[in-house]
């Protein structure tokens, strides 16, 4: 199986690109340093022997995941907002799922980034269907016209090309990080800077407390996304991932190469495009992981771990708003 190499840059991705970003977090990074009639950031102190007991803070290969009470937001802004970063944000909203955008992007204004530079990009096959909502300052809306899809496992498919082409050939001098969310989404609590990384995979609301071998992978050996029995780490929901651009862009460039080749063989892997994802995520361990708090299943579920709900599923008949079973 071909996966690329880590460590080369794609050539989009140039090295004086590159050096802006190094030369923007150093700058950053001197402004923390406190001077004479400066006023001084005042947060708790750090404890190495205090937080979470009931859940996992970091993953075997030291990637830390992402918990209420696990940061400190203030914190937090402090550092990444000196770095006038722009966050790009993508979401599909084909056929009936028109009817999810306008509570997605107005809880979005509320708790999504708040604070910082947002530009969100919706593709949909129905532009006219799109209501106005209101953005606030340094927040903006891209519409995209794509190709309207009989089933929505193709919509799934197609995510990872449309997402790949977005990223070459307009963002790559537009944003800093990416995120790439459903649309079909309520937020209800912040997501913030705490959320970014180099390669940021959300764990699954479904599966992030039941053995690996009850995950849903793609288990035919005859597909790109073969993960077997014994092998695993987590399992990601397709319903949110993030990163870099150029991490981002070698995810789906990867996913759709692997897709096409599925498809060549007339494969469709158990959860299209996520099941893609979830291999890829086992041989490109992310940077960051995001707990369930980040993808919810439902506002009306709970569970002891999950001390706040950011963003959740809107519950819906999914027999109603799809265009086939």
Not at 23 to 35: D, F, L
Not at 247 to 264: Q, S
Request: contains cysteine; proline residues 6%; aromatic residues 14%.
């Amino acid at each position: 199986m071909a996966i690329f190499a880590r460590g080369k840059s794609h050539p989009i991705f140039s090295p004086r690109k590159k050096f802006i970003y190094l030369k923007n977090y150093q700058n950053s990074c001197n402004q923390q340093i406190p001077e004479q009639g400066v006023i001084k950031l005042l947060y708790n102190q750090p404890n190495v022997l205090v937080g979470r007991a009931d859940v996992a803070s970091v993953t075997p290969w030291s990637a830390p995941i992402i918990w209420e009470g696990t940061f400190d937001p203030t914190l937090i802004d402090s550092i990444y907002k000196q770095q006038n970063l722009t966050i790009a944000t993508t979401v599909f909203a084909l056929g009936k799922y028109t009817r999810f955008v306008k509570d997605f992007l107005e809880s979005a204004e509320q708790h999504y980034f708040v604070g910082f530079r947002v530009h969100f990009y919706l593709f949909t096959d129905q532009p006219e269907s799109v209501p106005e909502v209101k953005m606030g300052e340094n927040r903006s809306l891209t519409v995209l016209k794509v190709e309207s899809l009989n089933r929505w496992q193709d919509i799934s498919m197609r995510r990872m090309e449309k997402l790949e082409k977005l990223i070459e050939n307009e963002l790559v001098s537009e944003a800093d990080y990416i995120f790439c969310l459903d649309i079909d989404s309520k937020f209800y609590g912040r997501w913030g800077a705490e959320s970014l990384g180099r390669l940021v995979g959300v764990i699954h609301p479904w599966f992030y407390n039941v053995p690996r071998n009850q995950f849903t992978y793609e288990r035919r050996p005859e597909s790109q996304a073969y993960i077997p029995a014994a092998e695993g780490d987590y399992y990601y929901a397709g319903a949110a991932f993030g990163g870099t651009l150029e991490d981002v862009y070698h995810l789906t460039k990867t996913c759709r190469e692997h897709l096409n080749i599925d498809a060549a063989n007339s494969i469709e892997a158990a959860w299209q495009e996520e099941s893609h994802l979830n291999k890829y995520f086992l041989l490109n361990k992310p940077s960051k992981l995001l707990s369930p708090e980040y993808v919810w299943r439902d506002i009306n579920v709970s569970a002891a771990q999950i001390k706040i709900v950011r963003l959740a599923n809107v519950p819906k008949n999914y027999a109603e708003v799809r265009p086939n079973p």
